[in-house]
């Protein structure tokens, strides 16, 4: 079951926070599968939020989190692979509304925009909040298979 695996990434904008939010998770029942990055090294966002994708994809994780410098870049990048909805969030609406109308997997941060107690609550309303369904899923389904008007 990856129901309650994490996922978690970030590139060297956000490793501070992401260490932070990993205690975090695990404080709220969440087993994490870090990774990386891990320090100030510069790296490149893309590569993480590609592995977050790959782990949510392969079945390895049933959510991730992202966090770069202002959670834009690797939210863009995340959002290139099939499956998966990634949605940038700065406060507890929007951690609110991304699951219970969009059904996101993927919550994406920025680590030198948010603050960490803002973060800690997104992430635990991401966490605990179901996806609303109803009216939502055939909207999320178009979001799979997206055609030009
Ligand atoms: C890295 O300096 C920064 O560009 C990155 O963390 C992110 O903010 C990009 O969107």
Redesign the pocket.
């Known amino acids: 079951m990856t129901d309650r695996i994490l996922a978690m990434a970030s ?4 490793y501070e926070m992401k260490a932070l939010l990993k205690d975090e998770a695990v404080r709220l029942g969440w087993a994490v599968l870090d990774l990386g990055t891990d320090g100030p090294a ?1 790296v490149d ?1 893309p590569d993480y939020a590609a592995g977050v994708a790959a782990a949510i994809r392969e079945g390895r994780a049933g959510r991730g989190v992202l966090v ?7 939210s ?1 990048a995340a959002n290139r692979f099939p499956e998966i909805r990634a949605a940038l969030i700065h406060d507890s609406y929007g951690a609110r509304m991304c699951r219970l109308h969009n059904d996101a997997n993927v919550m994406c941060l ?3 925009t948010t603050g960490i107690e803002i973060a800690k609550e997104c992430l635990t309303i991401f966490l605990d909040t179901a996806f609303e369904g109803g009216r939502h899923a055939n909207r999320v389904a178009k979001l799979a298979a997206p055609s030009c008007r």
């Open positions: 590139d060297h904008g956000g510069s966002y770069c410098g202002s959670g834009i870049g690797i863009i920025g680590g030198r």
